[in-house]
């Protein structure tokens, strides 16, 4: 066995997409909880009732960026307006474009015949690669193992009135929106479709940008500059970068001007006396959340800075990777690597790093 | 996406393969060596504003861009080829141009993603395959050059004093006249690509006959004395410059004939002056461009596009022809603009036409200087004579 990814989510699917480029379903183990891949965010999506992708035509789980998803919605519509929308960057496929793509992709790749359900809980460095947890030892492994939990501010916590946007809900006459990224303002947009109430508590106003991070920042353009910050400087532009962020346009704006101008929406400094309290803040940050991750900074002492291991370019554990094993991360938790990790194109990204470090591995 | 500046560079060139490769080709088929000239201009435009201009403009370039930036290269292209004077037809040029462009776009969306995983997130970088695409680029364009350089013709240098003719050109070649060399009895063209430079011609029933060849030029050329046409051309293709052609006392021979030669493309006189003659400058069944020519004294018209003609008469200076200054005869098409026509005479042909477009002809006159005419301008049997801005090279 050649390589395993540790996590079934979308980042370690991508990631075997890619890998299926030079291994065969045999030679890579994947462990997970779901063998669904898309199973955590098609429960995200409907809980805010996403339709749309923030992702654009390359959001997807090829390992190429060719054919994206706007080729692939254009033959089937038999229609060129996607290709068309995506020369224009706005092109975003639908959740359900997004998750047939998945079950193609799902069915053909050899999935099933890679997975194991089984959850794994450390990871060890021996002779030769790392032991997974009794599950075998692999000369290349991959961490994908996703957010580490939703982010509950703590104030709210054990309030009966809080749900987190994540976890299935809905609308009470009377909503507080706490939040200022995608799923705040996807849920004020459905609190206010639902007919209610909607107050935004937010610390500071949400930036409009139409992808996560900027777009230089998907690739080496912005990446070079990136990767040249020391560590207190890069801890420190990655904290800007990731600020609470959703997409400029009508479509946003038009439906709450009208909901403020009928005093149905409005922006407040704190939770006031709402029915019901929506979190829309997102995920726990750092590695400490994250059992898995945890002990293997403690085991093999990795270095870290503000919640983040540090990786090299490719995602890869500086200090757990030479020419004849690799380590590496996927997901949230590569963000040190890839600003815009936890996107299917940072999964792309990464996996791709992943590949060539396989490639260039002596003893393969 | 978002290009490197090697990104950019390495994409550029990589998709300039095809592209130089076809303009090889099209030279190989057309015999001349304008579409490599165009294909390198097409690189040095891209590659000066990839550096110069769009990696400082564009952190990021969507999809649509790439439209009106193609655009703008392709008139900076066209400006360019036009001042290094390279001679190609427009519509090929943009065809070859919009074909470059269309392949560079499918290989950055498609083609070069496919071949390499990480195109897109290396900003556009092609690792090796850029490498050896920017060695196979300048190899073709290298080799291309060296092959030009290889095919010049020989250059023949005619002594100072008078030789006597006719004098038969039967290889590729450039005869070059040193100050004062004179052929007398004519010079006959029979290979395609000779180039005819600074020889004065004094005699012959032609002075310089032109047939069944392309690629000739005429360059600096002085003709007098001939006994039927100054400079006979058939079924060929020409560039006659900066000649003078003399035909005073010669009442039935015209001074520069360019006749039969529709299929062999665009024929040019420019720069010429004629005098005398029966037609200054006639063209029957030919493309050609007639430009800032003097005409003079003809027994009859001054420049004569006739027999389904098609072409340009442009900044010509016609003065005492007789009958009709410039005329557009027998279902031609003519754009006649900026010329000045003066004291023509009242002649066999009408009453002293500056301009006249007869048997079903249509001539676009713009901007020319007819008044000193006994008739400024005039359309018969059929013809039409309109006054709207048309197309112009100037």
Redesign the interface.
């Known amino acids: 066995m050649q390589a395993a990814i540790v996590g079934s989510g979308l980042a370690g699917f991508t990631a075997y997409q890619t890998l299926r480029r030079a291994l065969a379903p045999e030679e890579i183990a994947v462990f997970g909880a779901e063998d669904d891949p898309a199973a955590t965010f098609r429960r995200h999506a409907a809980a805010i009732r996403q339709r749309e992708m923030r992702s654009e035509s390359d959001g997807h789980c090829l390992p190429t960026s060719f054919p994206g998803l706007a080729f692939s919605s254009a033959v089937r519509r038999r229609s060129a307006r996607p290709l068309l929308g995506t020369l224009c960057d706005r092109f975003h496929p639908t959740v359900d474009e997004f998750l047939a793509h998945v079950g193609r992709l799902r069915d053909r790749s050899g999935w099933e015949r890679s997975f194991r359900p089984a959850a794994v809980e450390r990871i060890r460095a021996v002779d030769g690669g790392f032991e997974l947890d009794g599950h075998g030892t692999f000369r290349h492994v991959l961490v994908a193992t996703g957010h580490p939990g939703l982010n509950v501010p703590e104030e709210l916590r054990g309030d009966p009135r809080a749900v987190h946007s994540y976890d299935a809900h809905d609308y009470a006459p009377s909503v507080t929106v706490v939040g200022a990224g995608l799923a705040a303002a996807t849920e004020w947009l459905n609190a206010l479709a639902a007919g209610s109430e909607v107050v935004s508590v937010r610390r500071r106003e949400p930036l409009r940008r139409p992808l996560n991070v900027p777009r230089e920042y998907f690739s080496r353009r912005g990446l070079d500059g990136f990767h040249r910050l020391g560590p207190g400087e890069r801890s420190a532009r990655l904290h800007a970068l990731l600020a609470p962020s959703y997409p400029p346009g009508r479509a946003w704006d038009e439906p709450l001007a009208t909901a403020m101008t009928e005093d149905r929406y409005r922006v407040e400094q704190s939770v006031n006396g709402s029915e019901q309290v929506i979190c829309a803040t997102g995920f726990v940050h750092g590695y400490a959340h994250d059992a898995l991750l945890a002990g293997l900074v403690a085991d093999h002492d990795l270095e870290t800075v503000d919640g983040w291991i540090i990786l090299d370019c490719d995602g890869a554990v500086p200090a757990l990777t030479d020419e004849t094993r690799t380590l590496a991360l996927a997901g949230v938790a590569a963000q040190w690597a890839f600003p815009a990790a936890d996107t299917l194109a940072g999964a792309r990204y990464l996996a791709h790093g992943f590949l060539g470090r396989i490639r260039s591995c002596r003893t393969r | 996406?978002?290009?490197?500046l090697r990104?950019r560079i390495e994409s550029r060139v990589a998709a300039f393969v095809p592209v130089v490769l076809a303009a090889c080709v099209l030279a190989a088929v057309e015999h001349r060596w304008w579409p490599v000239e165009a294909a390198a201009l097409m690189l040095g435009v891209g590659l000066a504003l990839d550096v110069q201009a769009y990696h400082r403009l564009f952190?990021?370039q969507?999809?649509?861009a790439a439209l009106p930036l193609g655009a703008l290269e392709l008139a900076l292209v066209l400006a360019l080829m036009r001042a290094a004077g390279v001679a190609a037809p427009l519509g090929q040029a943009v065809a070859l141009f919009a074909g470059g462009w269309l392949v560079s776009q499918l290989l950055a969306?498609?083609g070069f993603?496919?071949r390499r995983?990480?195109?897109?997130?290396?900003?556009g970088?092609l690792g090796r395959l850029g490498e050896a695409a920017a060695v196979a680029a300048g190899a073709v364009l290298a080799a291309a050059g060296a092959t030009a350089y290889a095919l010049r013709p020989p250059v023949v240098h005619l002594a100072s004093g008078v030789h006597q003719g006719p004098m038969v050109i039967t290889r590729r070649e450039v005869l070059v006249g040193e100050p004062g060399a004179v052929v007398r009895g004519g010079i006959v063209v029979r290979a395609s690509g000779v180039t005819v430079k600074n020889v004065s011609v004094v005699g012959g029933d032609y002075g310089i006959s032109v047939e069944h060849v392309h690629g000739t030029v005429l360059d600096g050329v002085s003709v007098s004395g001939a006994r039927l046409d100054g400079i006979h051309v058939r079924l060929a293709g020409v560039v006659v410059k900066n000649c003078t052609v003399d035909m005073l006392g010669n009442e039935l021979g015209q001074g520069i004939d360019i006749s039969y030669n529709m299929d062999m493309g665009m024929s040019m006189v420019e720069g010429c002056t004629v005098t005398g003659g029966m037609d200054g400058i006639t063209t029957h069944s030919s493309m050609s461009d007639i430009v800032r020519n003097q005409v003079s004294r003809t027994t009859e018209r001054g420049i004569s596009v006739t027999e389904m003609s098609m072409g340009t008469v442009m900044d010509n200076e016609v003065r005492d022809a007789s009958g009709i200054g410039i005329w557009c005869n027998d279902r031609s098409m003519c754009m006649i603009e900026h010329n000045t026509v003066v004291d023509t005479r009242p002649g066999r042909d009408g009453p002293g036409f500056g301009v006249l477009a007869s048997f079903q002809s249509e001539a676009n006159l713009w901007e020319n200087e007819l008044g000193a005419n006994p008739v400024a301008s005039g359309a018969i049997t059929q013809s039409e004579v309109s006054r709207a801005r048309s197309f112009s090279y100037r």
């Open positions: 996406m978002s290009y490197t990104g952190r990021y969507p999809g649509w969306h498609a993603p496919l995983l990480t195109y897109s997130e290396d900003g970088e």
